[in-house]
C-alpha cells in the first residue's frame, strides 16, 4: 500500500494560534487529498479536501495547501480553539470516492 | 445529509464467537462500501471494498474468511467477524459513497472487545 506521511505526531499550540500539520505521499497518481477531524470513541469526519488542479483551499479556518512538485499537502488551522483538540488524519486517493490511503494522525490540543 | 449509521456502537464477545456489524446510508445509496479496523492511537487500516451486489475485495493480508462482508443492498452492508479472539479487539469504521458523491461518508465506529 503506499504511504502517506504525517507530521508531527503530536502538536499543541495556544488558543488563537495557527496549528499546521504536513504530509508527503509518494504515489503520483493520487488526485484527491482529504483531511478528517476524529474526536475520541467517534467515527472521521471530513474537514476540507483539495485536488491537485489547485494550489490552496480555504474553508473557514482550515486552509489547505498542495504543493505538487513536492508531493506535499499540509493543513493550516487558523484561531485554534480548544474544542479543535482532536486528532486529525491527512488522506490520499486516485478519485475522490476511491479507497483512501490514511497519514499516521496528528493529536492536536489546543490550550488556553 | 449524507449520513452513515453503524450498529451497534459498542459489543463485547466471547473468544470463538461470532458478531456482526452493520453499516447503513441513510440518505443516499452507497454503491461502494469500505471497511476500516483502528487500533488505539493508530491510523485507519483499510480492510476491504464492496461494491453492492459483488464480492468484496479485500486488502492484503485481511483474511476473507474471518472477515465475512456483505453488501446486499445499496444502503446496508455488513461485516460478520467470525470466530473472535482477542487480537479482533479493535475500532471498527465502515464509509460509504454514491456514485454522484465525490467523497466518502464515515460512520461514527463499533468497538468491538472480544473476551
Known amino acids: 500500500q503506499q504511504q502517506v506521511k504525517q507530521s508531527p505526531q503530536s502538536l499543541i499550540v495556544q488558543k488563537g494560534g495557527i496549528s499546521i500539520i504536513n504530509c508527503a505521499y509518494e504515489?503520483?497518481?493520487?488526485?484527491?487529498f482529504p483531511w478528517y477531524q476524529q474526536f475520541p470513541g467517534k467515527g472521521p469526519a471530513l474537514l476540507i479536501a483539495?485536488?491537485?488542479?489547485?494550489s490552496e483551499k480555504k474553508e473557514g479556518r482550515f486552509t489547505i495547501s498542495f504543493n505538487k512538485s513536492a508531493k506535499q499537502f499540509s493543513l493550516h488551522i487558523m484561531d485554534s480553539q480548544p474544542g479543535d483538540s482532536a486528532t486529525y488524519f491527512c488522506?490520499?486517493?486516485?478519485?475522490?470516492?476511491?479507497?483512501?490511503?490514511f497519514g499516521t494522525g496528528t493529536q492536536l490540543k489546543v490550550e488556553l | 445529509g449524507a449520513v452513515v449509521s453503524q450498529h451497534p456502537s459498542w459489543v463485547i464477545c466471547k473468544s470463538g464467537t461470532s458478531v456482526k456489524i452493520e453499516c447503513r446510508s441513510l440518505?443516499?445509496?452507497?454503491?461502494?462500501m469500505f471497511w476500516y479496523r483502528q487500533f488505539p492511537k493508530q491510523s485507519l487500516m483499510l480492510m476491504a471494498t464492496?461494491?453492492?451486489?459483488?464480492?468484496?475485495?479485500?486488502e492484503q493480508g485481511v483474511e476473507k474468511d474471518k472477515f465475512l462482508i456483505n453488501h446486499a443492498s445499496l444502503t446496508l452492508s455488513t461485516l460478520t467477524v467470525t470466530s473472535a479472539h482477542p487480537e479482533d479487539s479493535s475500532f471498527y469504521i465502515c464509509?460509504?459513497?454514491?456514485?454522484?458523491?465525490?467523497?466518502?461518508?464515515f460512520g461514527p465506529g463499533t468497538r468491538l472487545t472480544v473476551t
Open positions: 504515489n503520483t497518481a493520487f488526485d484527491y
Open positions: 464492496s461494491n453492492e451486489g459483488s464480492k468484496a475485495t479485500y
Open positions: 483539495i485536488r491537485p488542479d489547485v
Open positions: 440518505d443516499f445509496q452507497a454503491t461502494t
Open positions: 464509509s460509504a459513497r454514491s456514485g454522484a458523491l465525490d467523497e466518502q461518508y
Open positions: 488522506a490520499a486517493s486516485r478519485g475522490g470516492g476511491n479507497k483512501l490511503t
